[in-house]
């Protein structure tokens, strides 16, 4: 894992668990949209929109983006510290009933704990992301039921054969996996939030099968579409390898994607049948 170089003032808060004096902050009265990251990680913990003024004289909010920060008792048996879920770097304490925002927490955070990258550019409408998890009926299933899925294909890709059919695809000889293609609205379901889905409805450490389908079609593996997929890929399978998961998926660049023939798409709400083997568990 590859930290940032840390100020002194920085290390005293981060590493030594200090406090900033506060009112002297530079994010303290930072108005800009966009997202906060860790410091020393450069993993995203705040949303600019969940941000306010308490008056405290340190940055506030009263939300964190879902599993970056984390909570623990602090030293004094007194307060709630949080700390960066990625790094463990400190970042301040939690505090409750309050009564300053309708969610009734305040995340008080230190400036000197925090990056800030800037929303420089509007949300895109839609975005697409590309998986195999083994059946694509069974990935497809799951994939529907999340907020923000717009639309879903199940279908072939990371093999060398145009155009090819279940048939073809089921001997193992044109390279391709079965695989589901997602549109997804970013302004409700981010891409790491379909990342998770995906490594939690299947088996990542099973090589080259599913349950009971075996061969190379029913491979694990994550087709990116760009740099920042694939920086969220990587750094979720690392977090399952430090949780002692043997990861095998795959993380390669997207290529061509064949739709499936029409009776494979929607194929459980079509039939009325349940995933023979895709279950969801938990594992971030």
Not at 251 to 261: I, L, R
């Given at each position: 894992m590859t930290y940032r170089t840390l100020t002194p003032e920085e290390r005293a808060v981060i590493i030594e668990k200090g406090t900033e004096q506060p009112f002297t902050g530079r994010f303290y009265l930072n108005k800009e949209h966009g997202v906060y990251l860790c410091r020393q990680c450069d993993?995203?913990?705040?949303?600019?929109?969940?941000?306010?003024?308490?008056?405290?004289?340190?940055?506030?909010?009263?939300?964190?983006i879902p599993e970056a920060v984390r909570q623990i008792p602090d030293a004094d048996g007194r307060r709630t510290e949080i700390v960066c879920a990625k790094c463990g770097g400190h970042l301040g304490h939690l505090?409750?009933?309050?009564?300053?925002?309708?969610?009734?927490?305040?995340?008080?955070?230190?400036?000197?704990?925090?990056?800030?990258?800037?929303?420089d550019k509007p949300v895109p409408a839609s975005g697409k992301a590309l998986f195999a998890g083994g059946?694509?009926?069974?990935?497809e299933y799951h994939f529907k039921r999340l907020k923000g899925v717009?639309?879903?294909?199940?279908?072939y890709t990371g093999g060398t054969t145009g155009h090819p059919s279940y048939r073809q695809v089921c001997?193992?000889?044109?390279?391709?996996?079965?695989?589901?293609?997602?549109?997804?609205d970013p302004r409700v379901v981010s891409y790491e939030e379909l990342a998770k889905l995906f490594f939690e409805i299947h088996d990542p450490t099973q090589f080259n099968r599913q349950g009971p389908d075996v061969g190379t079609q029913y491979r694990s593996a994550v087709f990116y579409h760009d740099e920042e997929q694939k920086k969220v890929a990587d750094a979720l399978i690392e977090r399952l390898e430090e949780k002692g998961y043997r990861v095998v998926t795959e993380?390669?660049?997207?290529?061509?994607?064949?739709?499936?023939?029409d009776y494979h798409q929607d194929y459980y709400e079509k039939t009325?049948?349940?995933?023979?083997c895709h279950i969801y568990q938990k594992r971030f």
């Open positions: 993993l995203p913990l705040f949303r600019s929109g969940d941000k306010f003024d308490s008056g405290t004289g340190w940055p506030s909010f009263d939300d964190a505090f409750f009933d309050e009564g300053l925002t309708s969610k009734n927490e305040r995340y008080c955070v230190n400036s000197a704990s925090l990056s800030f990258e800037p929303a059946c694509f009926w069974g990935v717009l639309s879903t294909r199940v279908g001997t193992g000889s044109t390279g391709h996996a079965e695989a589901i293609e997602i549109e997804f993380v390669v660049k997207a290529g061509e994607f064949w739709p499936a023939e009325g049948h349940h995933p023979y």
